[in-house]
């Protein structure tokens, strides 16, 4: 009888700790991001740019006063400020041809991982969610919703109920993905525009 109990107890347990997480989903890996937004065989060359305090400034400004978007009633764990960010360039005839960035802000549950990809002016031409742990902003990853983002530029908005609409019920989540492409916009033109 014993045993019996404890087997039971411990399937429970595990039964539990699996409904506890159920709601980390990762959707795509990195490379499948990056072959996705670059198309499939792109050759891409990856740098690795550390943001010195002039750029840190400027960016820091033009978002707000933060790195990470910060969000009354977000229950994420914090996500750190970063100082270096990798930009991903797709190589067309041995030049560049579109950048992207992956990058994380917290959402209400957890943290969302966003891969932004822009043409070499700084317009959007794709964004995609690679993970969430949202209960209820599953629906940012759907096309529906990241298509608005398409052609934006440093010279719309990209806010939610401004030029984004966003998601009913998940105001958090529709809000981290506007301010990770407007970070994204801000830290390219910054480091290769200006």
Known sequence: MFKKSMLLAVCCGIMVVAVEQSFAIRLLTKEEAIKGVFGPGAVVVVETKQLKESHLAKVTERMGGSLVS??????????????SYDFIFSMKDGKKDKVAIIDEEPGKWGPVEFIVAMDLKGAITRVDVLSYQEKRGQPIARHSFMSQFEGKSSKD???????????SGATISSNCATFAVRKAIALYEELYLK
């Open 70 to 83: 910060a969000q009354k009633g977000s229950k994420s764990s914090e996500v750190a400020a970063k100082t």
């Open 157 to 167: 908005k990209i806010m939610v109920n401004k030029d984004i609409n966003g998601v």
